[in-house]
């Protein structure tokens, strides 16, 4: 079963720092684009970072500065630092990546858990 882990969230309070971790399981044969999207309360889900298997990336305005996201291409992990936090990075955290497994035959994108961010002011 392929499947996407995520760890690293938590509480911080404003100016602090995290790093998110989001490790993809299975039997991947490959992996394109991935990325982090966030939902706060009441709020629709946002596209927070996305970085191409030959790590190109692309980060919302809103975090752009504060933000770095990374992949280590051999653990098929991807990586969200947080710098910088604010009470309005607060939200659930959700890792995503364009996966190819040995029994698909195409690319399938799969979503994590989700894991929480609190930032305190």
């Known amino acids: 079963q392929v499947q996407l882990v995520e760890s690293g969230g938590g509480l911080v309070q404003a100016g602090g720092s995290l790093r998110l971790s989001c490790a993809a399981s299975?039997?991947?044969?490959?992996?394109?684009?991935m990325g982090w999207d966030r939902q706060a309360p009441g709020k629709q889900r946002d596209l927070v970072a996305t970085?191409?298997?030959?790590?190109?990336?692309n980060y919302a305005a809103s975090v752009q500065g504060r933000f770095t996201i990374s992949r280590d291409n051999a653990k098929n992990t991807v990586y969200l630092q947080m710098n910088s936090l604010k009470p309005e990075d607060t939200a659930v955290y959700y890792c995503?990546?364009?996966?190819?497994?040995?029994?698909?035959?195409?690319?399938?994108?799969?979503w994590g858990q989700g894991t929480q961010v609190t930032v305190s002011s």
């Open positions: 995503n990546a364009l996966i190819w497994a040995s029994a698909w035959g195409y690319f399938k994108a799969l």
């Open positions: 970085i191409t298997d030959g790590g190109g990336t």
């Open positions: 299975g039997s991947i044969l490959k992996i394109d684009k």
